[in-house]
């Protein structure tokens, strides 16, 4: 199980960022989501996008990309849906690294993505508790 | 008014320093010989004996010392005496880590802080000054040289050692301080913190500063002066010779009188080794005439500089050097400290790291920044970002054991650094110390 997100190592410089996007664009691969962390020197971005292969080969010449296993859990589009998912992980002690969410409004459903140091055992949890995660296939199902 | 500490020798005419010159040397060509295996081994090797340096000009016929020459020899290879004569060391930084570690015996000490006074003397100093030494204290040699030399004078010495400004201006103003000893960034930052606090120039009691242990300019001397209400005169040294104090200004404030009984200097060609004619710009090399522990003959300093014999206003007979102009080896000085590349490589290196990397040197409020940019390797890129950040923390940790200075570390994608033909472009110093 689990999703596939590319992290994007950049400095943190002007044009830096729309050049990754841009180049992502431009081979018209869509971004599903994204997120990205800053600090004084550096961004890591994180990309969920429709073809990783693909962004990889593209990306390769002007930016360090990586393939990381993210868990993605489903959710209903509804409030309190995240409060719900964060206290298992909580109750069961699971830390997480960092953590962002997407919607699909057309499926009035959302998904929310956690990095975690043992995503095969935070997976596990989660499904005990009866959450649904997801896979490759399926994200390109709820997109 | 002309004050000198030791004024017979300070103005002695030249033929009277050439005699003083070239009986030490004969002496002390035969110490090291005697005592020194490793000079001795370089000596056979050229077919040079004792015998054939009878004048100050047959010290062309000796071998060259360099730095890797004292890195070989470490730590005992170039004692001069039996290690139960001498009573100190101090150090200093090398090229891949290994420290210069500079034997001294009591002998040593006196005319290295007679060589202090007479700096001090020249700026201006006598008994009723108040001398504060900012310089760091401990194995470097900037502190107890500047503090030995005041006591020599009899000027009441605060020893106050690097950092802390906040104090430095408590004892200053207090104690009412009249001769600053530092680097000239420090006097200068001290400078700013003093007007921050709202104190005009006119409100120190500070007359002169004597300031070394890294280059600087012109523009930066007058500015200083300036905020400080002072002269500031320059002061020469290195541990290898003995410390700071080997060469010192005078009130004409153009360039340093090298201590010539002590210290004789030469320039050289760097890629020859050919000596040139005074006046001409080159390496300077320095012979420790009547040093015991660490006798170094004909040690070159690295440092680009020229002499003049020219007759100064100042009485002073000793010749003077220049402000060293630069370099002939890739060696910084960064807030004080000598940085070589290499040692930056060999910790990236022995930490895993690719040894693309970029050093970047630059002055900010008169403070030198040290910033180092290095490409992590493919697969220690993080999508984490603590992770990253506990990488910068250990790599700044490790190169500040090994430079005594820890430099802002930058990770950097991998490819990142830009390359010119194919080559890295390692130092990029935008400091502008030299003209």
Sequence with gaps: MAITQLSVYLENKPGTLSQVINTISDAGINIRALSLADTRDFGILRLIVSDVQATRAILDDQAFATETEVIAVKMSDKAGALGNILKILEDESINIEYTYAFTSPSREQACVVFRVGDTKAAEKVLNTYGEITLNDEDLKDLL | ?435
């Excluded at chain 2, 210069?100 to 000490?109: E, N, R």
Aim: charge should be negative; proline fraction near 5%.
């Design chain 2, 1 to 435: 008014m002309k004050n000198y500490y030791q004024k017979e020798i300070e103005t002695a005419p030249y033929e009277e320093i050439v005699k003083i010159q070239n009986e030490k040397l004969k002496k002390q060509v035969r110490r090291v010989y005697d005592n020194v295996a490793y000079y001795r081994d370089l000596m056979d090797k050229k077919g040079v004996k004792p015998e054939d340096i009878q004048t100050i000009d047959d010290i062309k016929k000796l071998p060259f010392l360099t730095k890797d020459d004292l890195r070989e020899a470490y730590p005992y290879g170039l004692l001069g005496t039996d290690l139960k004569n001498c009573v100190r060391i101090q150090s200093t930084s090398g090229t891949t880590g290994k420290r210069v570690v500079a034997f001294y015996t009591q002998h040593d000490i006196d005319l290295w802080e007679e060589c202090c006074a007479r700096a001090i003397v020249a700026a201006g100093g006598t008994n009723e000054d108040v001398v504060q030494v900012c310089y760091g204290y401990g194995l470097f040699t900037g502190g107890p040289g500047l503090n030995g030399g005041s006591h020599k004078v009899g000027c009441l010495t605060l020893p106050m050692s690097s950092g802390n400004t906040e104090r430095q201006i408590q004892f200053m103003m207090d104690l009412n301080a009249t001769i600053l000893c530092c680097t000239p960034s420090y006097a200068a930052y001290i400078g700013e913190s003093l007007a921050e606090r709202g104190y005009k120039p006119e409100d120190n009691k500070l007359k002169a500063g004597i300031f070394g242990a890294e280059p600087w300019t012109e523009e930066m001397r007058r500015s200083i002066e300036k905020s400080l209400g002072i002269k500031a005169y320059d002061i020469y040294g290195l541990t290898e010779t003995s410390g700071p104090g080997v060469a010192f200004e005078c009130e004409e404030q153009n360039g340093m009188h090298i201590n010539e009984d002590h210290f004789y200097a030469e320039i050289i060609d760097p890629n020859t080794g050919e000596v040139l004619p005074e006046g001409s710009r080159g390496e300077l090399v320095f012979t420790s005439l009547d040093k015991e522990g660490f006798p170094l003959l004909r040690y070159r300093t690295k440092d680009i500089c020229v002499l003049t014999r020219k007759k100064c206003s100042c009485g002073r007979t000793h010749i003077k050097m220049s402000k060293p102009m630069g370099r002939s080896d890739d060696m910084m000085i960064i807030r004080g400290v000598n940085v070589f590349p290499s040692q930056i490589e060999t910790v990236l290196l022995k930490e895993g790291y690719s040894p693309n990397y970029q050093i970047v040197v630059d002055r900010a409020r008169n403070n030198d920044t040290f910033d180092v940019y290095i490409e992590l390797n493919p697969d220690q890129v993080s999508d984490v970002v603590s992770d990253i950040q506990a990488r910068e923390r250990s790599l700044e940790a490790a190169m500040r054991s090994m430079l005594g200075i820890g430099p802002k570390i930058h990770l950097v994608p991998p490819k990142s650094i830009t390359r010119s033909e194919g080559k890295a472009v390692r130092v990029i110093d935008k400091r502008n110390l030299h003209d």
